[in-house]
Every structure is written in structure tokens, then in C-alpha cells.
């Protein structure tokens, strides 16, 4: 084959993804719309994409744009003079790191002497993103759940105080979170986990690039904040990077050794590694360094603020359409849209109805807090600078999903279904079992259905670890090896 055939083929296979660009796509992708940004990170990318940032010694080009990205960071983000910082893969490494770190400071603490048996706890009001729960697991922390706000959304100061004991290894506020773009009140949260000696990460993954440039954000939430000891920011959102960079900062270098590894117990050469990767791409952080320098500041406050105007703008509207309403106070780029009242349009319904209309609304299951009031069914709406431009144009759609969406039938998971699966050990399932389960939920053959409404509200019927096994199972479909073997 040519390269322009093999080129050909890759082109062929995009075309049933949903679109990068354009900002009909509301989740995964960052486009900022503006002419010019996307060469300069792939020229910066393509000259990088070689080198290896394992060896900052080796590579000292890395080391500085590592350094650069950080300081960035730290200046827009209330860093002090003694805060470090990582560049990272991405938003989940970046909180991963965050929560070793501070699991490596509980024990060097005494943790377990404090607190006698068990594990430490990370206390995690629901809406804090999946990526810490992910942390938990790998890094065995317990989860200590703490209810929000079922109208605001926001995490509630007193419950997470109830938390913070001697095992409270870390506790983690969003600015904003992801499921409804809300800001926790960081400043309470903060103070109260100082006063108790446990260490509080600000999670800006996604509102960090973006808060720091508008001038209504309700209060503070960076590290500046007494009592934030780390912060998580990813430049491949709002910072209009290519995909696989992120910056955790942390309020001081004591801390951050914590997640770094170091080991000279083998014959090869020494390795001393600050995130999980052993070989790390360094043509992301190049991309992001060199859109960081082109945009610079006015850039990014420019888009910023148009993105903050159109997101304004889209909840007014939204806001306005019979049957739904916006869920708590949006402080940033996102907006979580609900059914408004009894008979309100059904979100899963109105999802299904948006991809119709050629737009990627993400739909977000109901949800039953542990010791609080059950949060509802959401439909998340990411606002680029691409979509900024787009809002009458997603607002007409919007309305006339809504009205197709409110003829159909509320989605409803199978009682049979359901009963069957409570009486199942997930633990106990084979692979088989799986498949055969997925066939009767309507996704066999990890083929998703056009309409994906019945599928989130089976998934939100069944207990917990039943959905987790189930959804693994759809996954473990799409990855089953269908393929030639070697090409040529
Ligand atoms: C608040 C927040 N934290 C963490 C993450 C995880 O980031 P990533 O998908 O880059 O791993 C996200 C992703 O949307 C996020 O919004």
C-alpha cells in the first residue's frame, strides 16, 4: 500500500465517529473554534513526538516545557512560592496522583496508629468526578461518600465534616464539577479540613483553564484558598491542547514526593518516575506549550468570556423550554439540564432525540445519594468556543427535541429484568453469563441501540455492582478481537 492508501483507510474509519470539531460534539472534545490553533499544536506535536519525556536529564527541552506549563498554571491558579507542580497524562492521572500523594502523607503521618485498623478514607461529596473513585480502587482507599445539595448540587460543608476523622486521608471539592458545572463552596470545605489536618484538593480539571478569566465567579477556589493543599487542571479541555495533558499542582514539594517513585532495586538504569507512565509522550505538552504561548493570556480570556457569554446564554434558553429546567447555578462553561416538574420532558428521551438532530448531548442517570435525596436524570452540555457560535442554531434544536421527546413513552427498565438481576452475585458471572445478560438488556454484541434511553434507565434500576459488571461487559464486547491478524 501507499501512505495516502493507509492515510485513506484511517480517514475511512473516522467516518462513523461523532465530530471533533464544530461543537455539535458536548463531551470529550475541546474545540476552540479559532483559526490557526490546531496547526500550531500539531506542528508543535509532530516536532516532539519522538523525544521521550521518561528523561528530563536526557531530554532537557522537556524539562523546560514541563516547567513552563506548571508555572503557567501556578500563576493563574493562586499558586505561592513554594508550589510544584507535574504535567500529567490527563485530568484522571492528575487526580490518581493527587490521591497517592496524600495516602503516602496519611501513612507518614501515622495514619494507621491515629486511626487504628482500616484503611484510609477518601471523602468524595457524589459529584466529585468517577476518576477519584478509580484513585480509591487502585491506591485501596475507602470511599466516604458524602450526599450534596439535591437543588444546588453543591457539596455540603457540614456533611463533609462529619467525615473528616482520624482516617480522612483527603477530601476533594470541584471548581466546577462535571455532572452540573457547579462550584463547591471551597473556601468552607477548605478550612474545615485544615482545622482537621487533612490534606483538600481542588478538582479544576475542567474549570481551571476557564474560572481564573471571568469576573463573576461567586468566590474562591484555587490555591490561594487557606487549606487547599493540591489542584488539578487540564490543558487538553479548556487549555485547547491535543489530548494527554494536564498540570497537578500541589501547595508544596513535600507533598508532591508522594506520588513520585524511585527505584534503584534492579540491574537496569535508575527510575525515578513523578506520574504512572514509565515512557511519556512529550508531543501533547509541546502542542499545549506552544498554543499556551500563541494564545497567552488575552487569547484565553477572549474565549473564555465568549464561552461564558453563550453558556449564559444557552441556560436562559434552555431554561425557557417547556418542561425543563437548569440544575443548580452554572459558574463556568457547562449546564446540566432536568425534567421540570411531574410531567417535564424526560432528559434520557430528550438525549436520544438531540442525536437525532446531529448533537452529542451527554445523558447522566438519575442517581440515589447514599444518605441524601436522590439527584435527578441530567443531560450535560459541554460549551466550547466552537459551540459559542452555535447557540440559536442548538436551541432551536433543543426545543423542537423537547417536544419530540415529551410524545414518547418515560423509558422504563424491565420489572422482570430488574428482579432477576437482584438476585445475581455480579462477583459470580462468567463472561458468558455477561454476553447473554446484554443480549436481553438490548445491547448484545456491544451494539448500542439507536435509542439509548431504555438502556441508561435499566442501568440506573439495577444495583450498583450489577451495573458496573454489565457496563464492563459492554466494553469487554467492543474489544473483542474482530480484526485480520497482521496487515500486508
Ligand atoms: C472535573 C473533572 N475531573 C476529572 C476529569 C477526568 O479527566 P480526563 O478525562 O482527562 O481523565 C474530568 C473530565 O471531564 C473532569 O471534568
Known amino acids: 500500500m501507499t501512505p495516502q492508501e493507509v492515510l485513506a483507510e484511517l480517514t475511512a474509519l473516522q467516518a462513523g465517529d461523532v465530530p471533533t470539531h464544530g461543537g455539535s460534539t458536548m463531551a470529550y472534545v475541546y474545540d476552540s473554534g479559532r483559526a490557526g490553533v490546531e496547526d500550531l499544536a500539531a506542528a508543535a506535536q509532530a516536532a516532539f513526538q519522538w523525544t521521550n519525556a521518561l528523561d528530563p536529564t536526557a531530554f532537557p527541552s522537556?524539562?523546560?516545557?514541563?516547567?513552563?506549563?506548571?508555572?503557567?498554571?501556578?500563576?493563574?491558579?493562586?499558586?505561592?512560592?513554594?508550589?510544584?507542580?507535574?504535567?500529567?497524562?490527563?485530568?484522571?492521572?492528575?487526580?490518581?496522583?493527587?490521591?497517592?500523594?496524600?495516602?503516602?502523607?496519611?501513612?507518614?503521618?501515622?495514619?494507621?496508629?491515629?486511626g487504628g485498623s482500616g484503611r484510609p478514607r477518601l471523602v468524595l461529596p457524589v459529584t466529585a468526578h468517577a476518576a477519584f473513585r478509580k484513585a480509591a480502587h487502585l491506591f485501596d482507599l475507602e470511599v466516604a461518600d458524602v450526599a450534596v445539595d439535591p437543588d444546588t448540587c453543591r457539596a455540603l460543608p457540614a456533611a463533609v465534616a462529619g467525615a473528616l476523622d482520624d482516617r480522612a486521608a483527603l477530601v476533594v471539592v470541584s471548581a466546577p464539577s462535571y455532572p452540573h458545572g457547579v462550584l463547591d463552596p471551597v473556601g468552607e470545605v477548605a478550612a474545615l479540613a485544615a482545622a482537621a489536618g487533612v490534606p483538600c484538593h481542588v478538582d479544576a480539571c475542567i474549570g481551571g483553564?476557564?474560572?481564573?478569566?471571568?469576573?463573576?465567579?461567586?468566590?474562591?477556589?484555587?490555591?490561594?484558598?487557606?487549606?487547599?493543599?493540591?489542584?488539578?487542571?487540564?490543558?487538553?479541555?479548556?487549555g485547547y491542547a491535543p489530548k494527554g495533558v494536564s498540570v497537578l499542582l500541589t501547595a508544596e514539594p513535600e507533598l508532591r514526593q508522594g506520588h513520585w517513585f524511585s527505584t534503584a532495586g534492579w540491574p537496569g538504569y535508575p527510575v525515578v518516575n513523578p506520574t504512572l507512565a514509565g515512557t511519556r509522550p512529550a508531543g501533547p505538552m509541546a502542542a499545549a506549550w506552544a498554543v499556551h504561548r500563541w494564545l497567552g493570556r488575552d487569547g484565553y480570556a477572549e474565549l473564555a468570556r465568549a464561552t461564558r457569554a453563550a453558556t449564559v446564554a444557552l441556560a436562559g434558553g434552555a431554561a425557557a423550554i417547556p418542561g425543563l429546567r437548569v440544575v443548580g447555578t452554572p459558574v463556568a462553561t457547562l449546564v446540566a439540564l432536568a425534567q421540570d416538574g411531574p410531567d417535564g420532558v424526560d432528559v434520557l428521551n430528550l438525549a436520544d432525540e438531540a442525536t437525532a438532530r446531529g448533537w452529542l448531548l451527554q445523558p447522566q442517570p438519575p442517581f440515589a445519594q447514599p444518605g441524601g435525596a436522590d439527584l435527578p436524570a441530567t443531560l450535560h452540555l459541554t460549551v466550547t468556543g466552537a459551540t459559542a457560535g452555535r447557540v440559536d442554531a442548538l436551541l432551536a434544536d433543543l426545543a423542537d427535541a423537547a417536544r419530540a421527546a415529551a410524545e414518547l413513552p418515560r423509558p422504563v427498565a424491565d420489572p422482570d429484568l430488574v428482579a432477576a438481576a437482584a438476585?445475581?452475585?455480579?462477583?459470580?458471572?462468567?463472561?458468558?453469563?455477561?454476553?447473554?445478560l446484554l443480549e436481553l438488556a438490548g445491547v448484545g454484541g456491544g451494539r448500542l441501540p439507536e435509542r439509548m434511553a431504555p438502556v441508561h434507565a435499566l442501568v440506573a434500576a439495577l444495583p450498583r455492582p450489577v451495573a458496573e459488571r454489565l457496563l464492563a461487559g459492554v466494553l469487554d464486547l467492543v474489544y473483542r478481537p474482530r480484526r485480520a491478524a497482521f496487515s500486508g
Open 62 to 114: 522537556v524539562a523546560r516545557i514541563e516547567d513552563d506549563l506548571v508555572g503557567a498554571a501556578a500563576d493563574l491558579l493562586g499558586g505561592g512560592p513554594a508550589t510544584v507542580g507535574t504535567v500529567t497524562s490527563g485530568g484522571t492521572e492528575s487526580c490518581l496522583l493527587a490521591v497517592l500523594a496524600a495516602r503516602e502523607r496519611w501513612r507518614a503521618r501515622g495514619g494507621y496508629r491515629r
Open 209 to 238: 483553564w476557564v474560572l481564573p478569566f471571568l469576573d463573576d465567579v461567586p468566590e474562591p477556589f484555587d490555591l490561594s484558598v487557606p487549606g487547599v493543599t493540591s489542584l488539578s487542571v487540564d490543558l487538553h479541555k479548556y
Open 423 to 436: 438476585t445475581i452475585d455480579p462477583a459470580a458471572l462468567t463472561v458468558a453469563e455477561v454476553d447473554a
